[in-house]
């Protein structure tokens, strides 16, 4: 069985552009987490799509926004970049149904913000 | 809320030697907790989870951890450390209620294995 997919692995901006994210769950799975990643501030919690639906979301600006597909495939979108934002940008699935708290991690969209 | 502490951002210990790294938990309801781990340039694997069953847990590569409720404490140790093990590993916490997968990570603990 395929792992979670994304794409892109790195990408560079700059500072006002946007950028957009993909992320390709493990077949089956119906939910998708995202989380960013920074040395400073570690590993936080952005938002969770269950069946197209957002089911859960962190404490992240506006700009930070999410959708998923009928395919359970989700999209991760940044507007308006700033320096902050450059950070490993990590999917997670799960089958989604009952909280097991265990995820299923790709490896990551590494974006640097110039 | 829900939040981990790891004790040590850095722990460094000789091949074959013991490996202990510290979590201590904080919840209001009994949580389940985790232990992932992070290979340079990779995603987040899962070592091991506590649900609420048995409070001994074993996970994946000779890792195991030990639930102890009275010391809020869910710490991950290996008898013997292997090179392949320097990795950075994260403690986690989630509610056991409700649907959502929602994880809290500790700030991480670099492990670092010398011959």
């Known amino acids: 069985k395929a792992g979670v997919t994304q794409t892109p692995r790195y990408l560079i901006k700059t500072r006002g552009q946007q950028v957009t994210l993909s992320c390709s769950p493990i077949?089956?799975?119906?939910?998708v987490s995202w989380y960013q990643q920074t040395p400073g501030q570690g590993l936080q919690f952005l938002f969770e799509?269950?069946?197209?639906?957002?089911?859960n979301k962190g404490n992240f600006p506006g700009r930070f926004s999410g959708r998923q597909f009928s395919n359970s495939r989700s999209e991760m979108n940044v507007s308006t970049l700033e320096l902050g934002d450059s950070a490993l940008y990590l999917c997670?699935?799960?089958?989604?149904?009952?909280?097991?708290?265990?995820?299923?991690f790709g490896e990551g969209s590494r974006l640097t913000v110039l | 809320a829900q939040s981990v502490t790891q004790l040590g951002s850095h722990v460094s210990v000789s091949e074959g030697a013991l490996v202990l790294l510290r979590c201590n938990y904080s919840?209001?309801?009994?949580?389940?907790l985790f232990w992932y781990v992070q290979y340079p340039n990779q995603g987040l694997q899962l070592l091991l989870k506590?649900?609420?069953?048995?409070?001994l847990v074993k996970g994946i590569n000779g890792f195991e951890a030990e639930f102890k409720k009275s010391e809020t404490s869910f710490h991950l140790t290996k008898p013997s450390a292997h090179m392949s093990d320097a990795a950075e590993y994260f403690c986690?916490?989630?509610?056991?209620?409700?649907?959502?997968?929602?994880?809290?990570f500790g700030t991480g603990t670099r492990l670092q294995v010398t011959l």
């Open positions: 997670a699935s799960s089958p989604g149904a009952v909280n097991t708290g265990e995820l299923f």
């Open positions: 077949s089956g799975h119906r939910s």
């Open positions: 799509y269950f069946s197209e639906t957002q089911r």
């Open positions: 919840s209001s309801v009994p949580p389940y």
């Open positions: 506590y649900t609420s069953a048995a409070t």
């Open positions: 986690a916490v989630s509610p056991n209620t409700g649907t959502a997968s929602k994880l809290t």
